[in-house]
């Protein structure tokens, strides 16, 4: 893509698959500071697909955000369990509320 000259690139962590059958996939935030060093491109996390749970997208996206994720892709609706795709994985307006919270925190904007 950048060699064709189109420099509007974000790279996104959303987990792979693996064995595990504790979650949908694997959220390798190892990789984010990795490509951070190693790249010019931002890198942003989507914790809703990485993990497909709910009730642990917060806590991954808030670890995301500290391991240096520049952003965060997450599912949200007003009431998740009548979301059309991926209600597993899709948090309510009030976690969405506290990821935006997180989020101020660690980038010093808000006082804990």
């Known amino acids: 893509l950048l060699s064709g000259g189109n420099r509007n690139i974000i790279l996104c962590e959303r ?20 490509v ?9 996390v ?10 642990r997208v917060r806590a991954m ?8 994720a520049q952003g965060l892709i997450v599912e949200a609706h007003t009431n998740p369990l009548t ?7 899709t948090v309510d307006m009030k976690t969405l509320e506290g990821i935006v ?8 904007l808000e006082q804990a």
């Open 15 to 34: 987990g792979v698959r693996t064995f595990s059958d504790h979650s949908r996939n694997t959220l390798d935030l190892n990789i984010v500071p990795v």
């Open 36 to 44: 951070r060093k190693f790249s010019h491109l931002p890198v942003i």
């Open 46 to 55: 989507d914790p809703s697909h990485g993990v497909g749970q709910r009730d």
């Open 61 to 68: 996206a808030r670890a995301a955000l500290a391991c240096g």
């Open 83 to 89: 979301s059309y795709t991926d209600a597993d994985q």
């Open 101 to 108: 919270r997180d989020r101020d925190y660690l980038a010093g």
